[in-house]
């Protein structure tokens, strides 16, 4: 990189303001790109959870959250989601200090508990249009299909993204792009967390309080 | 060249080089913010199930724990704080969070008050002037 | 199970002769430009320097001229509008049946805001910020060249529509019942909503990609108040398209699934509420003017400040009602409904919060006032814009506190005084500001200016075609004509609207004046060449640089002590203060590679669009397969990047150089 300083307006020692330091190193750049883009993903969340809240109640005379909704299943999903967080947490520490076994161990744990929870959801879609209940029966269950289905695309998007990184990791090491890339995919992975807490909350506890 | 203090990437822990950030310490970080979020997870579970609390007050307080589970995420999984090196980042959550406020809160108020109005009557309707 | 899905030889719309001309004038210009560019054994060069261009600056050109482009055919449904409404009066039924004059008035506001405005200001972004900055490219560039080639996608989509099927019936806004499948069972609206996605998903990664460089890729000692106001504005466009593009592509495919998997968000029946398509529309369509008004706004600062020998009167009131702007178009979306039915209270909140957020623009509007004032203005073409959009923006922003009061608007609301006052605000502040900004910039992209006369003749046409074509409007919109009329029966109308087409056709001479403007210029280029990078004594960094800069902007990066650091520098060396160019030591410079991942996933987004459109399964299945290929390709690229010799440097900037540089 090419920086050029002035000597006159900068002394010796001092720190420079780092609104004036120049460029970001890349790691930063990357990375807050990405942190925005996450931004608008939740915001475009936001747009479905509003469409989920104003057809909450419009069931159509077809079933009603509390009639489908397993509190078993759900507390399960949850668990199995917020265990990945955690381990993809521990997956971050292994590749701040380059450990490779450390890394595939924590992708592992953390692609095996995303796969569950997928499964687990996809399980609880499949029952529900098994006895009627399609996204096409009401307006409420269309907007709860595209509001839940939509977190569990972006899931699924997901783990595609860890078993390419898993490759690309042991192809070409811990470049600075490939640690770019996981440091994104983390960030990824805990905003799918946190738009899940918001989804349990608002869809399905309420969804069960009479 | 004089030393630059640069700004925080979003997602690393603030203040320890990306290579130092591997230690214990972080396994710590990690492990308290599952234990907080397991926790509010099951507080919220029991709160949507007791008969125990008033009944209105029983979606703001799962709220309540949703926004602190939030809070946990981004502080321990995230590694946000109010540090000045982590100030874009703060501010580019505070702008998402005004957004989605905005749409949420606005689309619910408005779509209420249209539903209210604008809903099908089977009585004759009122065609008096509302105070 | 049909191979082609719902596509048939009836799609071409063989029997409506206006359509089918324009499909063959259209046709034959492309074929001509084919011919030319393979006369010219030009292929290879415009496939490696500009198809596969990651350069901010070429892609910023690109923007622009697909902008040009969809210009004229925007304006081509204006005029057929009007031409239609002129004779259309009494019982004559015009030349226009209703199913093309529907279509017409859809094509006509979806092209100009989506494939007009927004390549506009985002091209004129994309080629000055950076360079604004100081710095040598965006953030992600070769994501750049993907938003490029996905607004491309849409345009292509849009006009595919043209030969093959119809486009939408239901007006730009396309609100439902009308637009679902009940109502609309044609492939129109189908249309309209995958150019639309696929051109928004590349304005949304424009939107990340200029936050980041705005916020972390600036030259050393640019701190944030010492940026160039445009480039404030163009930070405020940005958080705004990441904040509003997020829910237009959520209600699209809540639209999309109620169309094609017969869910029940916005259906008559099984509970969908219509209402709430027209909430999030416009959450995300107020905001939208702002991301098209801003820019412009920063143009006109720039503008006004060197043409005016003056630093910007009120740097930090400008940076504070930018941000307030920014904020406050998030807050006032309802006034786009007043009469869909809510209560009293809920209008009242909106109309207060529509006519505060006049308030900073009316700062802004001073601060230009007060920043030519005591300046010595020197009346180029881009001044002549800017003040023509000074004095009629006020009145469209008048008109717009008007409405904003809920009593007014229930009066005309969907007449055409309400077409008078968009048209009032959007031409002024995002036309006339690109316009001015297309002259401003253009020597610095291609090394000559543009002729003066022709330019100001266009102004000309512009400004008087502009009044005369939409004044008329507001005195028939309080007559009680309501907008998108294909014939009417209130013959008293008819003057006015013959008025209207008069200005049609002088604002029509506008356009011809631009490409006149265009082809002299480059006939006489020798003669209008900027030889010095800075033809206009400006005040900001990318007048440092050479006209055309190279692929690097910078040999070194500039290092800024203050606001407009160029114009500063400047001064110290007329006053012999310093020296204007130093020695240097060339030091290689990595610029991003060239790539065809943008072309490409464009190429497949279409493929996609175009299967989805007429229900081929299997082609949408490949495009979708290809888009994701490419993706991978890139990702598993190994060089990103080329290193230009120090040598190579040097030598440009000995070839060309330039009077002062930082």
Known sequence: MNIAVGVDDVHEGELVNTSEAGP?????????????????????????????????????GGPTGSQLFNQQTV???????????????????????????????????????????????????????????????????????????????????????????????????????????????????????????????????????? | MTETRWDVAPGDRPGISVSEQGT??????????????????????????????????????????AIAQMGVHLVFFLHITTGPDNTNNILALAFGVLIVLLVLGGSIVIMANLNENMAAHTEPMNLQMQH | MNLLGKLSWSAIPVHQPIIMGTVACIGVIILAALAWVTAKGSWLYLWREWLT??????????YLVLAMLMLVRGFADGIMMRTQQAVAAGGAQGYLPPEHFDQIFSAHGTIMIFFVAMPLVIGLMNFAVPMQLGVRDVAFPTMNSISL???????????????????????????????????????????????????????????VNFVTTILKLRAPGMGYMRMPVFCWTALATNLLIVAAFPVLTALFAMLLLDRYLGFHFFTVNAGGNAMMYVNLFWIWGHPEVYILALPAFGIFSEVSATFSGKPLFGYRSMVGATMAICVLSYTVWLHHFFTMGASASVNAFFGITSMLIAVPTGVKIFNWLFTMYGGRVRFTVPVLWTVGFMVTFVFGGLTGVLLALPAVDWQVHNSVFLVAHFHHVIIPSVLFGCMAGYNYWFPKAFGFKLDERWGAASFWCWFIGFHLAFMPLYVVGLMGMTRRLQHYDVLSWQPWLLAAEAGAVVILAGIVCQIVQLVVSIRAREQLRDTTGDPWNGRTLEWSTASPPPAWNFAMLPHVGEIDAFWAKKQRVHARQERSVQRREYEPIEVPKNSPTGFVTAFFAVLTGFALIWHIWWMA????????????????????????????VALFDQSHPVEISL
């Open chain 1, 24 to 60: 970001a190193p890349k790691r930063i750049v990357v990375s807050y790109g990405f942190w925005i883009f996450l931004l608008s993903d939740i915001v475009m969340f936001s747009a479905l959870f509003a469409g989920y809240a104003a057809l909450a109640r419009a069931t159509a």
């Open chain 2, 24 to 65: 214990f310490s972080g396994f710590f970080v990690y492990t308290i913010g599952l234990l907080l979020a397991v926790i509010l997870t099951i507080t919220s579970f029991w709160v949507a199930n007791t008969s125990v609390l008033w009944t209105p007050g029983v979606p703001a307080g799962l709220v309540v724990l």
């Open chain 3, 53 to 62: 261009s990651v350069d901010h600056k070429r892609i910023g050109v690109m």
């Open chain 3, 149 to 207: 080639w996905l607004t491309a996608s849409g345009v292509l989509l849009t006009n595919v529509s043209l030969a093959i099927g119809e486009f939408a019936k239901t007006g730009w806004v396309a609100y439902p019942p009308l637009s679902e499948l009940q109502f609309s069972p044609g492939v129109g609206v189908d249309y309209y909503l995958w150019s639309l996605q696929i051109a928004g998903i590349g304005t949304l990664l424009s939107g």
């Open chain 3, 621 to 648: 299945g490949v495009g979708l397969l290809g888009a994701a290929v490419t993706l991978l390709c890139f990702m598993f690229r190994v060089e990103d990047e080329v290193e230009i010799p120090a040598e190579q």
């Open chain 1, 75 to 210: 507390a399960m999903e949850t668990a199995f989601l917020l265990l990945s967080s955690y381990s993809c947490g521990l997956m971050s520490l292994a590749i701040n200090s380059r450990g490779y076994f450390g890394t595939f161990l924590g992708a592992g744990v953390t692609f095996l508990l995303g796969a569950a929870f997928l499964s687990l959801e996809l399980r609880e879609f499949a029952t529900m249009i098994a006895i009627g209940a399609t996204p096409q029966r009401s307006a409420f269950l269309s907007a709860f299909f595209t509001l839940v289905g939509c977190h569990g695309l972006h899931v699924a998007v997901g783990l595609s993204w860890l078993v390419l990184m898993m490759i690309q990791l042991a192809m070409r090491g811990f470049s600075p792009v490939v640690e770019r890339r996981l440091h994104c995919f983390s960030l990824f992975w805990h905003a799918l967390d946190i738009i899940w807490v918001l989804i349990f909350t608002v869809v399905y506890l309420m969804g069960v309080v009479p």
